[in-house]
């Protein structure tokens, strides 16, 4: 029977030491990779996990202080079993939580997340077993234009729009501009572009034009992704009138309408005015940077005759005016130009037919010669009278005087030849 005793003893003995050996070779395996790395913002899970054969006590995630020989740390989170505790601590408590054994999530990561994080596993035999992480964060380009939105500027000017990238972890590989959308290459716009790239973000337009109007984008990019910052650039223009109703003829009580359209930026206003006094506009409207006024004048008098103008201003440059004109005739008694031109080829035809008879009776007077010593009188007197005057040499006065003399004669003379008669000649 002491045989079979003795090796009973010997062999649970081997087994004992047997099992010490392995249970020393299978400590508390963890595995936990030395580096992450995450996007600033997003989520991230610090893969962890770990093999034991002695009873689990706790998981515990710890941040530390500076890098791996510091001692100060602070709790993520904690999972004991037995005491039924899984929780996340301080800034953690609503980001942070166990994935499966051991793995850490955090969603969404915050700046102050980037560092080394411990994880520590306790079995109830073999105290705690450590391992630590990195986690890094890299961060896309925060991007910020100015130096205001709506950046307004005039024509002609230069601008610089400015373009500052912030926070890009790691640095960014490129920048541009885009306008409207579409790339801006400022190499293909020799002169008219300068800057806009990593080297100088900031992106110069010189001589600016109504074109350039619209919404520039700064784009920069590094490894994590791109990021923008957009900018409306305005281009403020002088006002011009690019249409006026022509110049119309109404007879007195029509109504007249008369349409002005000014165009710039910002969107000029229009007065109607005549000589210098202002009128109403009947109505006004603008779109975008065109408007238009109408000014209605109804049951037009002779009176309202006139150059009418209309003047557009904008406060870029000075005010801009075109006018037109309206001419108001009477309608009965009154001329039209076309009852003119009849009218005065029918007293020219008229006129002539008068001369001809004048010329008949004179004729037949002449022939009567009955008027002829009385002409023959005024002439010599006017005669006798012209000598007097050169005879005395007198100066341009008394010519005057003379020439005068001779009017009155001549109406005595016509005078009396109308008394004589009795009938009136022309
Ligand atoms: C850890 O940080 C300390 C100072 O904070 C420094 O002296 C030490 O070299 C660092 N160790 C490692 C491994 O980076
Ligand atoms: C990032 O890159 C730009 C040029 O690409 C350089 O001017 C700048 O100094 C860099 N910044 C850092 C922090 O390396
Ligand atoms: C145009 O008229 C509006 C309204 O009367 C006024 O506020 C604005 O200042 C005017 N603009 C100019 C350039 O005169």
Known sequence: MGRPTTSLLVHIAASIVLWKVCSAEKEVAITLPEEAVATLGDGVTLQAAFDTSYRLVSVTWSKLHGNVTSQKRTSVLS????????????????????????????????TEDEGTYALSIMTDERGTAEKFIHLALQVAPRVSVGPRNPYVTVVGESVSLACKVTDAKPNITSLYWEKDGARLEASSFLGKYSGGDAGTPSLTIRHVMRM??????????????????????RVHYFASITSISEPVEVTVGDHVTFRCVAEGSPTPNITWSRDGLKFKASSDEAVGDVRTSALVLSGVALTDTGTYSCTARNGIGGPRTRNTHVDVVALDGGFTSTTVAIISGAAAGGLWLLICLCLLVYLLRKRRGGERKKF????????????VATSE???????RQVFLTERKSSNVAFEQRRLENGELII
Request: aromatic content about 10%; proline content about 3%.
């Open 79 to 110: 999972y004991v079993p037995d005491l039924n505790i899984n929780r996340a601590y301080g800034s953690y408590k609503e980001r942070a939580k166990l994935l499966g054994m051991a793995s850490l999530r955090i969603d969404p990561t915050k």
């Open 212 to 233: 350039d109007a619209g919404v520039y984008t700064c784009v920069a990019q590094n490894s994590v992704r791109s990021g923008e910052g957009h900018i409306e650039l």
């Open 376 to 387: 023959t009188y005024y002439y010599s007197d006017v005669q006798r009278r012209s000598n």
């Open 393 to 399: 040499g007198g100066g341009s006065e008394h010519r």
